[in-house]
């Protein structure tokens, strides 16, 4: 008998966990306890959930599509793609910016370009406003100085992030404009290691 009890009271707490279990996977807005949206990425890198991302971050001429929305640049963005049934297993790409099943979409690459203005007939959505330096505002460390900490530090090119040409070449129409600029090395004056060798990184870190 103590064993029959044993075991029933076993049951009752294993069922009891599972519910707990259930319970908490609906919670949070869908977003799973690892970070993963519901498109199966980090939440705050997916431009489904973050529709504001697609307009904020210009267009890939290099590819034909919004930075946000571009999987050669972005590849963790696949899951995205196909958790929303966008596509194309045969050319291992979207559906949407498969050019090989979608041959007009050829006419919006501009190869090199990134981060500037779409093209006539590719939009990035309502808030994509280009700035007095050229760029769209709300990714304008200029104009938006609270990038600067909220992107946090670049360790690869020990610069602040929102200011790393390297990582966010459509920075570089900033940078010109500003008058920040080394034609030589093709880098902003204010981080050229070449003009400058004894310049100390730490100082870009604050956005000076």
Known sequence: MKTNSICVALLAVCAWVALIGCGKSGGSGDQAADGRCPHEIKQEK?????????????????????????????????????????????????ESQCID???????????????????????????????????????????????????GYCKEHEIAEALCVQCRPFLKAAFIAKGDWCAEHETPESQCLECNPDLDRSSNEGGG
Do not use: Q
């Open 46 to 94: 997916c431009p489904f959930c973050n529709p504001a991302m697609v307009a904020a971050e210009g267009f890939c001429g290099e590819h034909g599509v919004a930075e946000a929305l571009c999987a050669k640049c972005r590849p963790y963005l696949n899951a995205a793609f196909r958790a929303n049934d966008d596509w194309c297993a045969e050319h291992g790409t979207p």
């Open 101 to 151: 099943c979608n041959p007009d979409l050829a006419a919006k690459v501009k190869p090199g370009e990134h981060g500037g203005a779409a093209p006539t007939g590719a939009s990035l959505g309502s808030d994509a406003a280009d700035c007095e330096h050229g760029i769209a505002e709300a990714k304008c460390p200029f104009c938006t100085p609270g990038l600067i900490e909220s992107a």
